[in-house]
């Protein structure tokens, strides 16, 4: 009896042990910790100041709604959009080839509530991860195929404005 | 005795299970939290919002006046038309990104406060000239900034 009570019990360590290795390994982000420099700050807006001017605006409007998974490094990037766009040049170029990883996320309103969409979507990111954030424009004399995932949400020539949060690290 | 001494021990076991399974879930819950990402907007959220703004306002005056040239308006009601339809593109844009904003803990006020437009419509052309003027005012826990925007666009579209 007492053999089988200490069995049960060495069981039980065991799946406690497990469970807290499980939450443990999901829990740290395995990436890099050390300290984003000051410098990544300014760059990484830079980036995405000269990328919000056009090619952000044009990839969106032709994303078919499939997340780039892996960034730009992605061998299936372009299978998410539905015309050729100049967005995985910049971002491998100015990003992925200078150790930066990313997610992209775009949120738009439906009838009054808000929707959030992962566009590019690169792992979890760490704690020392910046975060910087775009608002997009799309008007009803825009075309392309962001128009069949998110409605028409204003009564103007306004056709939704989507909010574009960027989340940046090294890796 | 010695099987109630047992059944303690499971209990004893369970309770242990239990209450180890919490504090992880917390202490996960935790470092979740930790990870939230450090935003490096900033002040120059003044700044995108004015770049915004200044384009929003070019292009809404350019589209809505090529619109015109495809529809048959008159020029008394031409210029009350295109002033109407960029006053609205304004007005919800601004309240879309003060939403999205407050949506992220943030204050942003963009306010528009003077909209003069001048329209006419010319056998070949119509040409819209439109003088706008916007207020913006950010706050969050640290920093407040204001600044006024004051775009002169004509656009000049050919039938």
Known sequence: MKGQTFTLEAILTAFIILVTLYYLIISFPLTNLQKVHITDDVYVRDVFNFLENKTLKESILCWNGKVVYGGASADDFNESFNCSTELKYYLKKLLDDKRFAYNIYVTYSSNGSLRELKFVYDGSPPPNAISLSKIVVIYDWDNGSIKSIVPDDFDSYLYNVLYVKVVVWRV | ?159
Request: glycine content about 4%; some cysteine.
């Open chain 2, 1 to 159: 005795m010695e099987g109630l001494k047992g059944q303690l021990m499971l209990l004893s076991g369970l309770i242990m299970l239990f209450g180890c399974i919490t504090l992880t879930m917390v202490l996960n819950e935790y470092i979740q939290a930790l990870s939230i990402p450090m935003d490096i907007s900033g002040k120059y959220i003044v700044l995108d919002v004015e770049n915004l703004v200044r384009k929003s306002i070019e292009d809404s005056l350019e589209n809505v006046t090529r619109l015109m040239a495809t529809l048959n308006v008159t020029n008394e009601t031409l210029t009350d038309y295109i002033s109407s339809n960029v006053s609205q593109i304004l007005q919800d844009l601004a309240n879309a990104t003060e939403t999205y904003y407050r949506m992220e803990g943030r204050y942003v006020n963009v306010d528009i406060d003077k909209i003069d437009i001048v329209a006419y419509n010319e056998s070949e052309r119509i040409v819209a000239n439109a003088n706008i003027t916007v207020l913006i005012t950010y706050k969050d826990e640290g920093l407040e900034a204001r600044t006024v925007v004051n775009v002169n666009s004509t656009s000049e579209v050919v039938k």
